[in-house]
């Protein structure tokens, strides 16, 4: 079921100012329930404008959206509720931490929901336990922790509002290699655990061949490519015309290949690389 | 709301104010508010409107963007003209008259000139912040206040041109982290719009603690940045581009000296 629909979706900013500027022009797409969806593309090319519509913080110029078949601009008075259903981690969500407790911060969003006394604690210990925000931590105060910690404590206060769908925005940006992957990590456990269907926007091919079953490719504000992401990222030409690339893994094996080693083309990440050679070394050289 | 903020927003249209030095500008802006002030009469008032109108026109920027800069300050030019409605001379005919308030034609045609006074006011001034790039402005100011030094505040002019163009250069980036953890804090189901006063106000400590926050990291990022490339104050500092008055400025000059006489000239023959 598509628990997702974008139709025609057109933004444009500084309508009347000589700023007039088409950030995102005639997008369509859908995501299916339990989808994880990458969203790739340059600096400027939209993406981040196209994620702001998907919980009504903008307001399409043009086009609608719908969550389970209901426009949300149906009924603009209620587009907070919206914001329940589709929760939306921000750039550097570290940066908006303003609470005194890591727990108070955590649960400004379910209370806004509207969640009290037990039912709210029990909320806020559920998301910390499947993200892996320990106890200990629950009582200090955010701005002690380190960047990685601070970043997982922002994503849970957006987690803890327990939304059908869950958007990210770089969510690794800034992060070293361990942080990353916790972060990825989080991320999969999260869906593993709520079925949530997730929508991620990330500059790290590697990360989007680690985790996103299906690529949505944005340039200059229209979308160019919308598929599998093992279909996107066989069509490595195509996302080099527009600046972009397949993982570091896929261009050593894609120099292989025309150096005349016969190879499979469906290797995204190292893990896949590894089995692969492996399977070479054993001798079967068709793997 | 927070994109209407238009103050210290440079807008490029090469226009000849543009390219006029901004030591100029400034007086001239002192020197015609001043002026707009002065205007007693309504067709002193009225050669201030031209004289406004004129300088749009020659800025090449749209009317829009101008009257934009007004809406912040709508209730101000309400409030003003509302009292004033109230203060005229009733000998020279009562509109309407209620409870112990007297509107008078008097008092109606003070309300218009006192609004049209403020919105002339507004709009020159910020004819000065449309046509001049932060620094150039804050240069104008350095070179300005530059007598200053004579009376041993040396460093002080220096620094507090710094302040300014820093501040100035801050204004767009704070406006757009505030409208980013807005956005942010939003999608967590803050509630902005509505509620009673105190729960507004409660509202927006989730706002302005994050924006304080990063306001200081800036400071502290753009100290260091300042020091690792040897930031050490004005002293023995030159200028890449020096300031120079050319024939714009001439003509500009020319065009509000005569506007400053046609003022006093209407003010003393009407």
């Known amino acids: 079921m598509a628990i997702l629909q974008v139709k025609n979706l057109t933004h444009t900013y500084g309508g009347n100012t000589p700023f007039i500027n088409d950030a995102v022009r005639d997008v369509s797409f859908t995501v299916e329930k339990g989808e994880i969806l990458g969203i790739i593309g340059h600096t400027g090319s939209g993406k981040s404008t196209l994620v702001q519509h998907l919980n009504g913080l903008l307001k399409p110029t043009q086009g609608e959206i719908f969550i389970e078949d209901t426009n949300i601009w149906d009924n603009p008075k209620e587009i907070r509720k919206v914001r329940s259903q589709v929760g939306l981690v921000f750039q550097y969500p570290e940066y908006q931490l303003f609470e005194e407790t890591v727990y108070a911060d955590i649960a400004f969003g379910p209370k806004n929901m509207g969640l009290v006394g037990e039912e709210l604690q029990k909320r806020v210990r559920e998301t910390c336990k499947i993200i892996g925000v320990k106890d200990e931590f629950l009582e200090k105060s955010p701005f002690d922790l380190s960047g990685g910690e601070k970043r997982r404590v922002a994503i849970a206060g957006v987690m803890a509002m327990n939304p059908q769908i869950i958007v990210f925005d770089e969510p690794t940006a800034g992060l070293d290699p361990k942080g990353r992957e916790e972060i990825i990590d989080v991320i999969y456990n999260y869906r593993k655990a709520t079925g949530a269907t997730v929508i991620i926007i990330s500059h790290s091919m590697e990360d989007m061949a680690q985790i996103a079953d299906k690529l949505l490719v944005m340039s200059r504000g229209s979308l160019v490519m919308f598929d599998k992401t093992e279909n996107i990222f066989k069509n490595g030409d195509k996302l080099r015309q527009i600046g972009l690339n397949v993982p570091i893994v896929t261009r050593v094996f894609d120099i292989l290949k025309e150096k005349g080693y016969s190879l499979p083309d469906d290797i995204f990440t190292v893990e896949r690389a590894v089995e692969v050679l492996n399977k070479i070394k054993a001798g079967d050289l068709n793997a | ?270």
């Not at chain 2, 006192?114 to 020159?124: G, P, V």
């Not at chain 2, 046509?131 to 002080?156: H, Q």
């Not at chain 2, 956005?183 to 509620?195: F, I, M, T, V």
Request: charged content about 15%.
């Open chain 2, 1 to 270: 709301m927070l994109k209407d903020i238009t103050f210290g927003q440079y807008v490029e249209t090469r226009s000849p104010i543009h390219r006029a030095d901004p030591r100029v500008k400034l007086v001239l802006l002192i020197l015609a508010v001043v002026f707009i002030f002065l205007s007693g009469n309504f067709f002193s008032l009225m050669l201030s409107l031209a004289f406004v109108l004129a300088t749009i026109l020659v800025s090449r920027i749209p009317l829009k963007m101008y009257l934009k800069n007004l809406k912040a300050v709508l209730p101000i030019i309400i409030l003003t003209s509302l009292i004033n409605m109230f203060y005229g001379d009733e000998a020279n005919g009562v509109l309407v008259s209620f409870w112990k308030l007297t509107i008078t034609y008097d008092g109606l045609y003070r309300a218009f000139f006192m609004a049209l006074r403020i919105i002339l006011l507004i709009i020159i001034s910020s004819s000065l912040t449309y046509t001049t790039t932060p620094n150039d402005l804050t240069d104008g100011i350095e070179s300005l206040l530059s007598p200053l030094k004579f009376i041993g505040l040396k460093s002080a002019v220096h620094t507090l041109a710094l302040m300014m163009t820093i501040a100035l250069r801050f204004i767009p980036t704070l406006v757009e982290e505030a409208g980013k953890i807005m956005n942010a804090q939003k999608a967590r189901g803050a509630d902005l719009e509505s509620g009673s006063l105190k729960e507004r106000i409660k509202a927006l400590i989730p706002i302005l603690i994050p924006l304080l926050i990063s306001s200081v990291r800036r400071a502290y990022e753009l100290a260091e940045a300042m020091e690792c490339r040897c930031y050490n104050g004005g002293e023995g500092k030159t200028r890449m581009k020096q300031l120079k008055i050319s024939s714009i400025d001439f003509c500009l000059i020319g065009f509000s000296a005569l506007f400053c006489a046609g003022i006093i000239l209407l003010n003393i023959y009407f």
